[in-house]
């Protein structure tokens, strides 16, 4: 058991199986479908008993569905950074232990020395677009026509946040959601295009706003990439008219019904348009179930926890890969695998080599893709803010530290010795076995180190405030 | 909302949606196979992360999956009574509040005056036979042979009963199972023909000797009735040679593997035999997760609790059905069903009438299962014992005792009024709407009433013991 271990000890300088690259290969086109707050549990292929999602399961059934997938950070702003960038948010100086996202008052952003995916695949030739939720800084200079994107249609952070005064106050549970309540802006580009954003339509706007230029560039020469990052089933909850009660689960299975529906509309129109062979979907949100929000909040399934925490709730995601011809279809992929892999693994889809001036966190997934072979990430960093709580090796995971994700009583314990769990065996995280296994133990706090000394400064972008505190 | 709860207040007088007989369709063999102390969340196809159940997964694909079917009881004895009987098992005197199970000294066992399934069947022109574990009663007037099957060959109890002297004492996790610790008797129709049974080589030889059933019964006019019941996995845990580290779930893992092993070669055997298009196979389990087992226990998913208690994780339940060119393909089926359902049903596709000089408890599935129309099913009534503890009517479940399953402090609780949880939008029953709903609990009150004033008392078959106390 241990010596495997030992072997990758760090992960980031180890190399992945050698995939010679076909010059005839089509690069794919990449449309990244992000949701945000989804839970593990909250879909029918991954076991929710009153959800309806159709088209999310016959795109498992079509595709991949991975069991054991993983985003950078269990809150919004730090696990955007991570798909981003191909690295831990901590690399980029996107997260943060006080103010753990960005919010309107914020002055930071994703500071433009980072490469993002749509910067890479600029560069190698493809036409990019976002639609939706950014939260990655929302002054001009963070916008996503400012990161590599050519257009962007949505809403730059939370759908809660610009809270009017006649708004109900605090995490309360939002249960007649009045759309002025929240006078969040719809841009177009860097441009305000109204505000209050009416989010009742907004999932279906996005659908539209993809579609469309989804269907603006399936011919010719020039791939794509689209980023659609729903701004759902993040509170408060909206659905368009079509969807109201349409779930047994209520207004919160009404809101993951359509966007069910809006994946349906997407992958029939690639299919229509005789594109689907050419072109890789993938599927995931950006942290855990609002689990505060009670019936308001999504279901981690069997995982412990949700969003904010670092157990397996917080930051373990649904992730379905689609690409017919390419991908196997129905394979469950019990693998590890993170948001931070689409980078370098797109990157070389596209033909292109992933930075290397800088330390990416992420690694290629082809092999597991194609089904060729297993997935080379064997490792994951669990980070609440700026500090490292737990770090996941082979099977096991270690938690230095753990803590209620949000309220007033936190509860922060730090584990010494570290709680240690085998995920396999026990992925609900019930299970102690750190008196079993001290070698387990000793051979992730190297790895600990040793990622803790790969990390350089860098400044903060989460702290500082448009206006003084 | 209201209007429809009243309309069913008596769902066992209710009548089916009339579904005309057609004298011409074919009366299909039926397959039962039904597991031990499984969990809702263990199949893959259920969610579970690192359980592979690839020929689940296709039974599930090719046929229906149900989401919120279920069990007569939360333990062995009961929940098979009532699939037996189409009946609840306060009807037959086969539940009991002390000693809950039969065990090897019990004097019980299922009546006599009981129809079963098999008996039904037999009646009706099938060949039958039994493989695995009975548990309704071990004295020979109560075996499957004078309970209406032709032959018989498994267990008569639970595979962790008759523990000789020098095994470990109590429930404890038994994480070294020595096949000597267990004395359990190997029956041929009535016959012992292996003492202790050896339990690693148990689901294996199920499995042959059900595809012999099947070979030998596939020729001819004559439809056939198997019931296959796996004595795992119940604890103590065993798997055969090949299954042994076979699962990234460890030991669990390992069986449940070998039972969709188990599945897969009783489908493929099926097609391979042409009579695939003939035959109605499910799968299913007697009750939810042994939790207090740890490791070597399921998971009910996002379900709460498990075996022995009237949570849903202790009652609800995977439930498979397939049967090719009849039960609609990949469809997820949330209605209501019940393993009580089985025998009306599979008397009405034999042909039959459910008898009519008793309640019955199941009602006939077929416009679901058909893809026709909906469940006819619409409550739910849990007993722990011979006590009534929670009723279920369309999404509302009202708890008048809730307790935990095992141990010295199983902390009785009874709620005036009681605890009322929306299943559809609150599957993990975490929120009571008991405040919310005063009309609903009022309309589950007068359902329960209407429920008690149809037992009848008959004798308890779970006390008495062979010896003296």
């Keep these: 058991m241990i010596a495997p271990l030992l072997l990758s000890l760090l992960p980031m300088l180890a190399t992945a199986p050698t995939i010679e690259k076909d010059n005839d290969a089509p690069r794919p086109n990449l ?13 029918s292929c991954y076991g929710h008993p009153t ?45 943060n232990t006080r103010r753990r996202v960005l919010f309107p008052d914020s002055a930071g952003g994703l500071p433009a020395s980072e490469i993002t995916l749509a910067e890479a695949l600029k560069d190698l030739g493809y036409a990019t677009a976002m639609v939706g939720k950014w939260h990655l800084g929302h002054l001009a200079e963070f916008l996503p026509t400012n ?44 441009r305000i295009i109204e505000r209050p954003t009416d989010q009742r339509t907004l999932t279906r706007r996005y659908t539209e706003q993809s579609l469309r230029f989804i269907r603006d560039h399936a011919q010719g020469d020039q791939p794509f990439f689209l980023y659609l990052a729903h701004s759902m089933p993040h509170v408060p909850l909206f659905r368009s008219e079509a969807f109201v009660d349409a779930s047994r689960r209520g ?118 893709l194609f089904g060729a072979g297993p997935s080379p990430r064997d490792s994951m960093f669990y980070y609440r803010g700026t500090e490292l709580y737990a770090v996941r090796l082979g099977p096991y995971k270690a938690h230095f530290i753990t803590q209620e994700p949000y309220g007033r009583d936190t509860n922060r314990i730090e584990h010494d010795p570290p709680l240690l769990f ?48």
Excluded at 31 to 43: E, M, N, S
Excluded at 185 to 190: E, G
Excluded at 307 to 319: A, N, Q
Excluded at 325 to 334: A, E, F, K, N
Aim: proline share 7%; aromatic share 8%; net charge negative.
């Design 251 to 368: 207004l919160y299975g009404d809101v993951i019904e359509e966007i069910d529906w809006s994946v349906g509309q997407i992958l029939d129109t690639i299919r229509e348009l005789g594109i689907a062979e050419e072109t890789l979907v993938v599927f995931t949100s950006d942290n855990g179930p609002w689990l505060t929000y009670d019936q308001q909040g999504g279901s981690a399934g069997l995982l412990r926890n949700g969003k904010g925490s670092t157990w397996e709730g917080g930051m373990r995601e649904p992730f379905l890969a689609w690409w017919p011809g390419t991908i196997p279809t129905g394979q469950v992929v019990p693998d590890l695998g993170s948001t931070m892999d689409l980078l370098p693994t797109a990157v070389r889809l596209a033909g292109g080599e992933p930075p290397s001036d800088r330390v990416l966190d992420g690694v290629d997934l082809r092999p597991a």
């Design 51 to 95: 959800i309806a999602t159709p088209n999310l399961d016959r795109m498992a059934a079509e595709g991949q569905r991975w069991t054991q997938f993983y985003v950078g950070a269990s809150v919004c702003t730090p696990s955007r950074a991570a798909l981003m960038t191909g690295r831990l948010p901590i690399r980029s100086g996107m997260c």
């Design 422 to 469: 085998h995920l396999e065996h026990d992925p609900s995280e019930r299970f102690d076995v750190s008196a079993d296994h001290p070698e387990v133990l000793a051979t992730i706090q190297a790895l600990a180190d040793a990622h803790r000394a790969s990390v350089e400064p860098v400044p903060n972008q989460l702290e500082a405030r448009i206006t003084a505190d």
């Design 147 to 190: 990161h590599g994107f050519d257009s962007y249609y949505g809403i730059p952070y939370s759908n809660d946040m610009d809270r009017v005064a006649s708004a109900p106050e605090g995490r309360v549970a939002i249960t007649e959601p009045e759309i002025e309540y929240f006078n969040v802006p719809l841009l177009q580009d860097t």
């Design 31 to 43: 449309v990244v479908i992000f949701t945000d707050d989804l839970g593990y549990g909250d879909l």
